[in-house]
């Protein structure tokens, strides 16, 4: 297992972190470019063209990165920083985020509700929980996390809920699937920035 809590794949290539100096897959980290104009831009999806350079995904990371410019580094010229950039990073991956769990729901891999998560668990065909961060931890804890599979608690109620075309949601589960992986992937990197660098090693069971 790789940094972030991500698995790597043996073909999948390594990048150095412009903060730590530390190299680790390119699914746990989070790739930047620079704009035409000079701007440095986040590409969640990693399809932006242009050179790519690397951060950890925590808050720690990109902080540092902001506050002293390393991007410049990175993209080997002057380059111009928003200040909020972080900010910026944290909505695109709460949303890139969101809107995997809806194309998980469409194929319906992703259910929604407290009694419906618990008849899957019941089934073990969870493999990824979710539960909103400003929901009820009481009501939380009557569910759990299977062996093997993720939980994550970085989505508020209304994030989950508009993943299922709800108002609100509290527990959510995906089954396993090619969608499932790449939630995770971006998940993991979400709950870096929300939850600090060692929640994201914080897997329930």
Same mark, same amino acid.
């Given at each position: 297992?790789?940094?972030?809590?991500?698995?790597?794949?043996? %073909?999948?290539?390594?990048?150095?972190?412009?903060? $730590?100096? &530390?190299?680790?897959?390119? @699914?746990?980290?989070?790739?930047? *470019?620079?704009?035409?104009?000079? $701007?440095?831009?986040?590409?969640?999806?990693?399809?932006?063209?242009?050179?790519?350079?690397?951060?950890?995904?925590?808050?720690?990371?990109?902080?540092? /990165? *902001?506050?002293?410019?390393?991007?410049?580094?990175?993209?080997?010229?002057?380059?111009?920083?928003?200040?909020?950039?972080?900010?910026?990073?944290?909505?695109?991956?709460?949303?890139?985020?969101?809107?995997?769990?809806?194309?998980?729901?469409? /194929?319906?891999?992703?259910?929604a509700g407290?009694?419906?998560?618990?008849?899957?668990?019941? &089934?073990?065909?969870?493999? *990824?929980?979710?539960?909103? @961060?400003?929901? @009820?931890? #009481?009501?939380?804890?009557?569910?759990? $996390?299977?062996?093997?599979?993720?939980?994550?608690?970085?989505?508020?109620?209304?994030?989950?809920?508009?993943?299922?075309?709800?108002?609100?949601?509290?527990?959510?589960?995906? @089954?396993?699937?090619?969608? %499932?992986?790449?939630?995770? &992937?971006?998940?993991?990197?979400?709950?870096?920035? #929300?939850?600090?660098?060692?929640a994201q090693?914080?897997d329930r069971?």
């Open positions: 297992m790789a940094r972030g809590g991500v698995h790597k794949a043996d %073909s999948e290539p390594d990048r150095k972190c412009l903060v $730590t100096g &530390e190299s680790g897959p390119k @699914s746990g980290l989070i790739r930047f *470019v620079t704009g035409p104009d000079g $701007t440095v831009a986040p590409d969640i999806m990693g399809k932006l063209p242009g050179r790519g350079y690397y951060v950890s995904s925590t808050r720690e990371a990109l902080t540092e /990165a *902001v506050k002293k410019n390393l991007f410049a580094k990175g993209a080997r010229q002057k380059v111009d920083v928003p200040q909020d950039l972080v900010a910026t990073v944290e909505d695109q991956l709460a949303k890139r985020v969101t809107s995997l769990i809806a194309m998980a729901r469409k /194929a319906g891999l992703a259910v407290f009694e419906k998560v618990k008849a899957r668990l019941a &089934e073990e065909r969870v493999k *990824v929980l979710f539960q909103a @961060s400003d929901g @009820s931890e #009481r009501g939380k804890s009557k569910l759990w $996390t299977p062996q093997g599979a993720r939980y994550f608690g970085c989505l508020t109620a209304t994030e989950l809920g508009l993943a299922f075309g709800r108002g609100h949601v509290i527990h959510g589960a995906l @089954s396993a699937g090619g969608l %499932s992986t790449r939630v995770v &992937e971006d998940a993991t990197k979400l709950r870096g920035l #929300r939850e600090g660098a060692t090693k914080d069971a």
